[in-house]
């Protein structure tokens, strides 16, 4: 598209922002929504990144553009986008799209406000209150503490902070030269966001400890106590015990109650991976005491109105997006109970897509999922029959890259694979859309024989 004249901004004319809206509103349904979750339609449109870039035709220029070649723009964009709501996204731990949280995604970019202080977000604070407070209700806690965060690393970040602070204050002011060496223990098959945690807050990450997993992925309780007593022995403080609840590839659920008692006897912070997007705290308070700075022209304390209703000094951000409105409209809307007949639902699919499975040839379970995670080998008609041969694990981690390659080009489907400990290359589908039915996983399990039959 060649650079147009000098445009007029929309600022100050109303009819023309909501001309333009309507118009960006209707290219979203039409584009991302109804073609973007229906089975007619490509999961993606694969393009090299060169071509991509001409394509969207991304440089910057001093002169803007037209409306017409903005709704063009906004038209490209999704058309080029992978399409996570779609029915044969398998890629990653999320799919779906839910447009109870959609809407309330459009209302909080609407609204722009930032939720540090009651006085600009006063619905949102409230809001993302009764939410933690009904998340914490769920895990048996009356009481206590919490916030959104921008992603499960972002809190398991505030995890270990959290854990260092309560057994440290000091810390907050003196930084680290007032601390021993710092041990924290988690499982081999934790989120690597641990490693990085601990190196970002500045631990290093030989204070992680990694403690062994059984055969299904679960944290050994055992060695935990093995390696508390290795740390002590090697002059370091233990701090903190960091177990799972959904492993990221396995989907394994660690033994949280075998690990809670080694973490009373050693006196040690237990944290839970569990894959939210918000942090909840059995404590109260901490969380200020932990990150609160007091800045004077945010959080005055003489305000006209309670101000222990400004939640932003508890965070490290100061302008922190809400998070809390697109779950609370889909709670609202489900209920407790739509809500658990969505999980249960998906516990119905991935056990339907297993015993499918079993029933054709060229299908290998790495193992019998206790989750929604099926991790499962797919063994083209050249391998059958010769799992003896001496190079049949070799060729076998060579299929899931290439299939992954043909169903991506062609817009078919998307699954994720990865290499695993001594495993090679595997898939893993997550079976987390609450619009898939028996047909998709059908699907699923043809296309990769499809794709997969010359191999």
């Known amino acids: 598209m060649a650079d147009s004249e ?3 901004s929309l600022a100050g004319d109303p009819v023309a922002v909501e001309a333009l809206l309507r118009a960006v509103f209707g290219v979203v349904v039409d584009e991302a929504i109804q073609k973007g979750t229906s089975v007619s339609q490509k999961v993606c449109e694969w393009k090299e990144p060169e071509e991509l870039k001409q394509l969207l035709d991304l440089e910057l220029r001093s002169q803007g553009e037209s409306q017409e070649q903005i709704l063009e723009r906004c038209r490209a964009v999704i058309r080029y986008s992978v399409k996570t709501g779609h029915p044969r996204f398998f890629n990653q731990l999320f799919s779906g799209l839910d447009p109870h949280a959609l809407a309330g ?12 202080t009651y006085e600009i977000a006063p619905v949102f604070v409230l809001m993302e209150e009764e939410v933690l407070r009904k998340l914490r209700a769920l895990v048996g806690w009356s009481s206590g503490d919490g916030i ?36 924290l223990f988690t499982s ?32 050994v309780p055992e060695d935990l106590e093995r390696q508390i007593g290795m740390a002590e022995a090697e002059g370091a403080v233990p701090f903190l015990v960091s177990a799972t609840s959904g492993t990221t590839v396995l989907g394994a659920f660690d033994p949280l109650e075998a690990i809670a008692d080694v973490c009373q006897r050693h006196g040690l912070w237990l944290h839970v991976d569990g894959k939210v997007s918000s942090l909840k705290l059995e404590s109260e308070n901490l969380l200020k005491r932990c990150h609160g700075s007091q800045a004077s022209y945010l959080f005055q304390q003489d305000k006209f109105y309670d101000v222990a209703l400004d939640t932003g000094d508890k965070v490290v951000q100061c302008g922190r997006r809400v998070d809390c409105l697109k779950l609370w409209l889909m709670w609202k809307a489900q209920g407790d109970q739509g809500l658990e007949r969505r999980v249960g639902q998906a516990f119905v699919l991935a056990r339907y897509l ?3 499975m079993k029933k054709r040839e060229g299908f290998e379970l790495v193992m019998e999922p206790e989750f929604v995670n099926v991790c499962f080998w797919f063994v083209p008609p050249s391998l059958r029959g010769k799992q003896e041969s001496p190079d049949y694990h070799e060729r076998l981690s060579k299929v899931a890259p ?17 290499p695993h400990g001594t495993r090679g290359n595997f898939f893993r589908v997550v079976v987390a859309n609450s619009a898939l039915t028996c047909a998709d996983m059908d699907f699923l399990l043809n296309e990769l024989e499809r794709l997969g039959q010359d191999l």
């Open 6 to 8: 000098a445009l007029p």
């Open 148 to 183: 959104f965060c921008p992603g499960g690393s972002i809190s398991n970040m505030y995890a270990i902070n959290l854990a260092r602070y309560q057994r440290y204050p000091d810390c907050k002011q003196r930084g680290l030269r007032t601390l021993p060496p710092l041990a």
């Open 105 to 116: 995604r459009i209302i909080t970019e609407s609204l722009n406000t930032s939720q540090y």
């Open 354 to 356: 297993v015993e499918e």
């Open 402 to 418: 290439m299939l992954k390659e043909r169903m991506v080009k062609e817009g078919s489907m998307m699954i994720g694979y990865q």
């Open 188 to 219: 081999k098959e934790c989120h690597y966001s641990i490693q990085k945690g601990a190196a970002f807050l500045g631990l290093g990450t030989d204070s992680v400890r990694v403690v062994k997993a059984d055969e299904r992925g679960k944290m």
